[in-house]
Nanobody
Framework: QVQLVESGGGLVQPGGSLRLSCAASKNIFSTYVMGWYRQAPGKQRELVATITSGGNTNYADSVKGRFIISRDNAKNTAYLQMNVLKPEDTAVYYC?????????WGQGTQVTVSS
């Protein structure tokens, strides 16, 4: 069983930055695709960004140019650097680890963008 623990959420003003971290309980980084998803109140969970074990990245159009996903395989940790945050980025952010049909989720961390 793999556990994912997110951290780094909080309250930030529009235009500000936050960095989310996702620490895995054991070494899964050699094969798993790591991703960040978010869910705003009253909305479905949506993809934010993913990164493969080889470092290939994919982003939702709404965050391209503002967010950067990365991973440190030696630390079993994935990151999401969020810049130029907007009120519409407010959501609970979830870390995901995926290998074919196997999915692991973190508990989520709240990000609130408000003045």
């Amino acid at each position: 069983q793999v556990q994912l623990v997110e951290s780094g959420g909080g309250l930030v003003q529009p235009g500000g930055s936050l960095r989310l971290s996702c620490a895995a309980s054991k070494n899964i980084f050699s094969t798993y695709v790591m991703g960040w998803y978010r869910q705003a109140p009253g909305k479905q969970r949506e993809l934010v960004a993913t990164i493969t074990s080889g470092g290939n990245t994919n982003y939702a159009d709404s965050v391209k140019g503002r967010f950067i996903i990365s991973r440190d395989n030696a630390k079993n940790t994935a990151y999401l650097q969020m810049n130029v945050l907007k009120p519409e980025d407010t959501a609970v952010y979830y870390c995901n680890a995926r290998l074919f049909t196997i999915n692991y989720w973190g508990q989520g961390t709240q990000v609130t963008v408000s003045s």
